[in-house]
């Protein structure tokens, strides 16, 4: 059975930071990219972040530039999302994703399985 399974998020402080894991099971890790995207109450799904399982390239989404930091460890299934310097508009549920051979893209239409999500909440 395959599984994604989110942990790390919480309540913080704008400013503070958090490291949400995505624990895959059930398929090969390094045979697809992973994503994490993100989705606020009234907002459309987001994408992130990503990682291709073509070149190994990181994708962030242009709000998240140069505070997030997307990695992962093959070896124990899973990817994290370090998120530095959050800003009250990070506040939403935060769910990773898995496309097979995926381009790490933040189209979430191409991607297979999801996980629960876990919520992110950021107070000013």
């Known amino acids: 059975e395959v599984q994604l399974v989110e942990s790390g998020g919480g309540l913080v402080q704008a400013g503070g930071s958090l490291r949400l894991s995505c624990k895959a099971s059930?398929?090969?890790?390094?045979?697809?990219?992973i994503a994490w995207f993100r989705q606020a109450p009234g907002k459309e799904r987001e994408g992130v972040s990503a990682?291709?399982?073509?070149?190994?390239?990181?994708y962030y989404s242009d709000s998240v530039k140069g505070r997030f930091t997307f990695s992962r460890d093959i070896a124990e299934n899973t990817a994290y999302l370090q998120m530095n310097r959050l800003r009250p508009e990070d506040t939403a549920i935060y769910y990773c994703?898995?496309?097979?051979?995926?381009?790490?893209?933040?189209?979430?239409?191409?991607?297979?399985?999801w996980g629960q999500g876990t919520q992110v909440t950021v107070k000013s």
């Open positions: 990682i291709s399982t073509v070149d190994g390239k990181t």
């Open positions: 994703a898995a496309e097979r051979y995926g381009l790490g893209t933040s189209e979430a239409n191409e991607y297979d399985y």
């Open positions: 059930g398929f090969t890790f390094g045979d697809y990219s």
